[in-house]
């Protein structure tokens, strides 16, 4: 995959999916210390979404260089 516009595609694609996988992670529920009036229970207290982008970014980068690899070795 040579054309900046597949590979910017499967750079979005795998950030996507790393994404979903990231934002469970060090979620805390209002419900497990006290619940801000107006707001569902279940709501995270600091949902933290800045930082999670960034280690998003970071996964993303190390996956989209493994497949890169994996692209230019297997010869796909």
């Given at each position: 995959m040579?054309s900046p516009a597949?590979?910017?595609?499967l750079?979005f694609?795998?950030?996507w999916?790393t ?6 992670f060090?979620?805390?529920g ?12 279940g709501?995270?207290?600091r ?7 960034a280690?998003?970014?970071v996964?993303?980068a190390a996956?989209?260089a493994g ?10």
């Amino acid at each position: 995959m040579d054309s900046p516009a597949g590979m910017i595609a499967l750079y979005f694609i795998i950030w996507w999916i790393t994404l979903f996988a990231v934002l469970p992670f060090g979620v805390r529920g209002q419900w497990e210390e006290e619940v801000q009036p107006g707001t569902e229970p279940g709501a995270p207290q600091r949902p933290r979404l800045w930082r999670k982008a960034a280690v998003t970014t970071v996964l993303a980068a190390a996956i989209f260089a493994g497949v890169q690899v994996l692209i230019r070795t297997v010869s796909l």
